[in-house]
Nanobody, 115 residues
Framework: VQLQASGGGLVSTGGSLRLSCAAS????????MGWYRRAPGKQSELVAT???????DYADSVKGRFTISRDYSKDTVLLQMNNLKPEDTAVYSC??????????WGQGTQVTVSS
């Protein structure tokens, strides 16, 4: 099983980035996919999740700015991040989880928002 995250980078305040997490080796339609982030000196926090049926959930801090989606043709979960703020700076990681299946984590991708 592999979760390959990409799309991070350096952006100015107010800018946008799109993160992508490509899943392989698992039955994608059985898993809830999520994005988590960890900022320096802080605990990991949930950013957004999407169920196999497309139900989404977001942290209050990103509602209205971030959109999570999944592409079943590519077994990929996307995180569109708009109006980025310096406090969004963190390492972002994707997670696959669900009922009666193992949990998998991908490697992180760095997002840095300059003020």
């Amino acid at each position: 099983v592999q979760l390959q995250a990409s799309g991070g980078g350096l952006v100015s305040t107010g800018g946008s980035l799109r993160l992508s997490c490509a899943a392989s080796g698992l039955q994608f339609n059985r898993y809830t996919m999520g994005w988590y982030r960890r900022a320096p000196g802080k605990q990991s926090e949930l950013v957004a999740t999407i169920t196999p049926g497309g139900i989404t959930d977001y942290a209050d801090s990103v509602k209205g700015r971030f959109t999570i989606s999944r592409d079943y043709s590519k077994d990929t979960v996307l995180l569109q991040m708009n109006n980025l703020k310096p406090e969004d700076t963190a390492v972002y990681s994707c997670k696959a989880s669900g009922r009666f299946v193992p949990v998998y984590w991908g490697q992180g991708t760095q997002v840095t928002v300059s003020s």
